[in-house]
C-alpha cells in the first residue's frame, strides 16, 4: 500500500483555472506538508500542517490554500492558476515517532498553459 | 538566513567506483541531518540521517560524514550502481522546525 498519495499525477490546465490536489497519508503521522519542486530541483516548503498548527511559508501567494479534512488528509487548493505554477507538487507527511522522517508521495506534474 | 547548498550539481562516476556527494549548510544550530535520493519521476526517499552530537554513520553502501566544524555533510556510496542514478539531496533540521533542504546533485552512473 502506498504510504503517501496524491492524486492526479498529472495535470494540464490552462491559466485562471482553480484546481486542487488531493493527498492521503496512511501512516498514522500527525503532521503533513506540501513542497514545491521547481524545473531545477529545489524543494521548497510551502505548507505545514498538524492537528494544531498551520504553517505558511510566506513566500507563496495566497492564491494557494491547503485544506484538511481530517487528520489523514491535507489537499492543496490553487485559484486563478498562472504560468509560473506550473511545477511538480509533493505532499509529504511525519511524526515525531517515526523519528521526523519525512515520507514523500510521488508527486502531482502541474503544467499551465 | 539558513541556507542548506551542495558543491555540484552534477556527478559523473563509472559503475563500481565509489562516490561522494557534498552539502554545506550555514546554520550551526542545526541538529539533524538528512540525506534523501530521488529517482527520475518520483518523490524523494529517505537514505540515511545523523544527529549532531554523531560524525559518521554508516548504512548499507553509504555513509554520511558530518563535520560541524566547517558545516559540511557529506554522502557516500561504495561500489556506485547504475540504480543509484538519482537526485541527491541533503536536508538540515534544528529542533522542531521543519527540515530545509538543499539544492539537490544529480548522481550519474556510466555502466
Known amino acids: 500500500d502506498t504510504a503517501v498519495s496524491q492524486t492526479p499525477k498529472y495535470l494540464v490546465t490552462q491559466m485562471g483555472n482553480d484546481k486542487s490536489i488531493k493527498c492521503e497519508q496512511n501512516?498514522?503521522?500527525?503532521?503533513m506538508y506540501w513542497y514545491k519542486q521547481d524545473s531545477k530541483k529545489f524543494l521548497k516548503i510551502m505548507f505545514s500542517?498538524?492537528?494544531?498548527?498551520?504553517?505558511i511559508n510566506e513566500t507563496v501567494p495566497n492564491r494557494f490554500s491547503p485544506k484538511s479534512p481530517d487528520k489523514a488528509h491535507l489537499n492543496l487548493h490553487i485559484n486563478s492558476l498562472e504560468l509560473g505554477d506550473s511545477a511538480v507538487y509533493f505532499c509529504?507527511?511525519?511524526?515525531?515517532?517515526?523519528?521526523?522522517?519525512?515520507?514523500f508521495g510521488e508527486g502531482s506534474w502541474l503544467t499551465v498553459v | 538566513g539558513e541556507s542548506v547548498g551542495l558543491h555540484l550539481p552534477t556527478l559523473s562516476v563509472q559503475e563500481g567506483d565509489n562516490s561522494i556527494i557534498n552539502c554545506a549548510y550555514s546554520?550551526?544550530?542545526?541538529?539533524?541531518f538528512i540525506w534523501y535520493k530521488q529517482e527520475s519521476g518520483k518523490g524523494p526517499q529517505f537514505i540515511i540521517d545523523?544527529?549532531?552530537?554523531?560524525d559518521k554513520r554508516q548504512g548499507q553502501r553509504v555513509t554520511v560524514l558530518l563535520n560541524k566544524t566547517v558545516k559540511h555533510l557529506s554522502l557516500q556510496i561504495a561500489a556506485t550502481q547504475p540504480g543509484d542514478s538519482a537526485v541527491y539531496f541533503c536536508?538540515?533540521?534544528?529542533?522542531?522546525?521543519?527540515?530545509?533542504f538543499g539544492r539537490g546533485t544529480s548522481l550519474i552512473v556510466h555502466p
Open positions: 536536508a538540515e533540521k534544528r529542533g522542531s522546525y521543519i527540515p530545509t
Open positions: 546554520n550551526s544550530a542545526s541538529d539533524y
Open positions: 500542517y498538524n492537528n494544531k498548527e498551520l504553517i
Open positions: 509529504a507527511s511525519s511524526s515525531e515517532s517515526s523519528g521526523n522522517t519525512i515520507y
Open positions: 501512516l498514522g503521522h500527525d503532521t
Open positions: 545523523i544527529r549532531s552530537n554523531m
